[in-house]
């Protein structure tokens, strides 16, 4: 099984763990139409290293941002999706 | 404030009588029991006043802050960090602090919610204690990767639980959803009996 190695918890089994979605900038709330359709239906699908958020439902419950490799599932990069100093 | 029953009190292996075949004749390796009245309170603390509220949690219940995913205290009144910013405080009524005083304490810091009535608890313990809930859980459960004084959430098959070690018999605590107790008990009794399993709920 694929693990994560959650920055609060340790390494964990994938099954711990929901797919969110692809890391993109969530748009504006008067964006256009045309805006959330590219965010909320199109995908790139890239072959290679994938930017996504995760949620570790079974454990911590905090969204992550896994940078994981789509052909190898090799993870790049893990860290907290939060940035709680940022909005304080 | 209402009276707390056992989760599996309309279960049949709650009487005795009805688990003869459960055979102790042999060595008992696990030993099952429920605490049927367990306080249980959730503490989520705001991302940007996470560190103030551990250090009025701390000061609010005169126990050390734990690190993440483990527990500080006793069986009678502990606080376990299982995530950044969220504490779970559980022991016995009257050891753990009403929700309402807590709540008043951390006002504009932490949000608080009384589990007590949400969740049920089970203690899994003896020579044989990790291999039983190795049957329903990923995680590592022997001694240096989930030593005593480890607390967690992680998975009980399919369904989320609470999970800590408290001392090296071992003994382990699972804190699960309460509709799901008979489930849990069930699947903790066929795990544990091949191992000898002497159940004292």
């Not at chain 1, 439902?57 to 907290?80: F, P, S």
């Not at chain 2, 049949?12 to 030993?31: E, F, K």
């Amino acid at each position: 099984m694929q693990q994560f190695n959650c920055p609060f918890c340790g390494t964990r089994d994938q099954s711990e763990f929901t797919y969110g979605r692809e890391v993109a900038p969530v748009p504006a709330l008067d964006a256009s139409p045309a805006d959330w359709q590219r965010f909320v239906y199109e995908r790139d699908n890239p072959c290679g290293a994938h930017a996504e958020w995760w949620h570790h439902n079974h454990g911590c419950r905090q969204w992550l941002e896994i940078v994981r490799d789509t052909l190898t599932h090799e993870v790049l990069e893990i860290k907290a999706a939060r940035r709680s100093k940022e909005r304080a | 404030m209402l009276e707390r029953r056992s989760a599996l009190a309309a279960h049949p292996l709650v009487n005795p009588a009805n688990r003869a075949d459960l055979s102790t004749a042999g060595t008992v390796r696990v030993t099952l029991s429920e605490r049927p009245t367990l306080s249980i309170l959730q503490v989520s603390a705001f991302a940007q006043t996470a560190d103030a509220a551990g250090i009025y949690l701390a000061g609010a219940l005169e126990l050390e802050l734990p690190a993440a995913n483990r527990f500080s205290g006793d069986l009678r009144k502990s606080v376990r960090a299982i995530g950044p910013g969220i504490w779970q405080i559980v022991g016995d009524d009257g050891a753990v602090p009403e929700a309402a005083a807590i709540r008043a304490t951390l006002a504009g810091v932490a949000t608080v919610v009384d589990l007590s009535h949400a969740r049920a608890a089970f203690q899994v313990s003896g020579a044989a204690a990790a291999r039983t809930l190795a049957k329903h859980c990923g995680l590592d459960l022997y001694t240096p990767k989930f030593p005593t004084g480890s607390a967690t959430n992680t998975r009980f098959g399919h369904i989320g639980m609470t999970l800590a070690r408290i001392d090296d018999a071992p003994t382990f605590e699972l804190l699960v959803f309460r509709g799901y107790a008979e489930f849990v008990f069930e699947s903790l009794v066929e795990a544990a009996e091949e191992f000898g399993l002497l159940i004292l709920t």
